[in-house]
């Protein structure tokens, strides 16, 4: 099975190969000239260019992933929360991809971003694309709300607890 990425998997599904790595692989041609490989980009964002073709010579390399790197992510009404590291350039709608979309609970209208000290509601249009696609910074979140319902007379509820915490898991609350 695969392995979520909010723990460190990415979207080619290989559990050996952190984000970090996935998007900082570099081809060095026998020309001399050298190719940045984004996996994870190429993957959401169906680019060529993120995912070079290998030519006879090239060599690849691949860095080591100490676990000191920034992130960004995205979490709440989607149908895949995602924690992946940042690389510059990363833009709102590309987090978007990567989660595959709002969830049917999404509430489209209540979708907010925060990075540094901004928190931003982001405008989402009829065709799911953001009316404004920022450009991300190291530590960014995006958080998609879900839809409040009128629950007449319900006194308790449940909440989920993930990430790096003692005990994670669905908790009844009152």
């Known amino acids: 099975a695969r392995r979520s990425a909010m723990r460190g998997g990415t979207l080619t599904g290989n559990d050996e190969l952190p984000s970090y790595v996935a998007r900082n692989i570099t081809v060095l041609h026998a020309d001399g000239t050298s190719t940045n490989a984004d996996l994870e980009r190429s993957l959401a964002l169906s680019t060529i ?22 992130a960004i992510a995205i979490a709440g009404a989607v149908i895949r929360p995602i924690n992946i590291a940042f690389k510059k350039g990363d833009k709102a709608s590309m987090l978007l991809k990567l989660a595959y979309g709002l969830t049917d609970e999404a509430d489209p209208s209540d979708i907010q ?24 910074i190291p530590g960014a979140v995006i958080v998609v709300s879900k839809k409040e319902y009128s629950a007449k007379g319900a006194m308790s509820g ?17």
Do not use: C, W, Y
Not at 158 to 174: D, H, L, M, R, Y
């Open 113 to 136: 971003l925060k990075q540094g000290d901004m928190l931003k509601t982001l405008t989402l249009k009829e065709d799911g694309t953001f009316s404004e696609d920022h450009d991300l």
């Open 158 to 174: 449940v909440v989920e607890v993930t990430g790096s915490v003692q005990k994670p898991g669905a908790f009844t609350i009152v």
């Open 49 to 70: 260019n993120d995912d070079p073709t290998l030519r006879e010579g090239d060599q690849i390399f691949i860095p080591f992933d100490q676990g000191l790197n920034s």
